[in-house]
C-alpha cells in the first residue's frame, strides 16, 4: 500500500488543522492505521491509531481530548482532527499502515509509511 500524508501547515497555537492520509494499492480496509510524529533532535513518537474497522480508536496521553483520529474506508484515507494545538505539537506527522493482528502503537508494527506533513504551531 502507498500511504500519503497532507494537511500540514503553520497555525497558531490554539488553532485547528486536519490532517489526511489517502491510501493506494492494496485493500485499505485490511490495515489498522496510525498516525506518529517526530520533532526535531527527538525519536518518532506515537500519536494516535485506528482498528481495520475504525470501530476502536487509541490516543497517546499527550494529545488526548485534543486529537480524533478517524477514517473512511469507502474513501480510502485517514484523518487526524487536531485541535487546541501546542507549540509543543510541533513535528512532522507521519501515517503509518500496520497489517498485524491487534493495533499498535509503536513505530516498529508498522509496515508502510508516508512521506510525512509538517505541522507548525506558533505561540
Known amino acids: 500500500v502507498q500511504l500519503q500524508a497532507f494537511g500540514g501547515g503553520l497555525v497558531q497555537a490554539g488553532g485547528s488543522l486536519r490532517l489526511s492520509c489517502a491510501a493506494s494499492?492494496?485493500?485499505?480496509?485490511?490495515?489498522?492505521m496510525g498516525w506518529f510524529r517526530q520533532a526535531p533532535g527527538k525519536e518518532r513518537e506515537f500519536v494516535a491509531a485506528?482498528?481495520?474497522?475504525?470501530?476502536?480508536?487509541y490516543d497517546a496521553d499527550s494529545v488526548k481530548g485534543r486529537f480524533t483520529i478517524s477514517r473512511d474506508n469507502a474513501k480510502n484515507t485517514v484523518y487526524l482532527q487536531m485541535n487546541s494545538l501546542k507549540p509543543e505539537d510541533t513535528a512532522v506527522y507521519y501515517c503509518?499502515?500496520?497489517?498485524?493482528?491487534?493495533?499498535?502503537?509503536?513505530?516498529?508494527?508498522?509496515?508502510?509509511w508516508g512521506q510525512g506533513t509538517l505541522v507548525t504551531v506558533s505561540s
Open positions: 503509518a499502515a500496520d497489517m498485524a493482528l491487534v493495533v499498535g502503537t509503536t513505530p516498529h508494527t508498522h509496515d508502510y
Open positions: 494499492g492494496r485493500a485499505f480496509s485490511a490495515y489498522h
Open positions: 485506528i482498528s481495520r474497522s475504525g470501530v476502536s480508536t
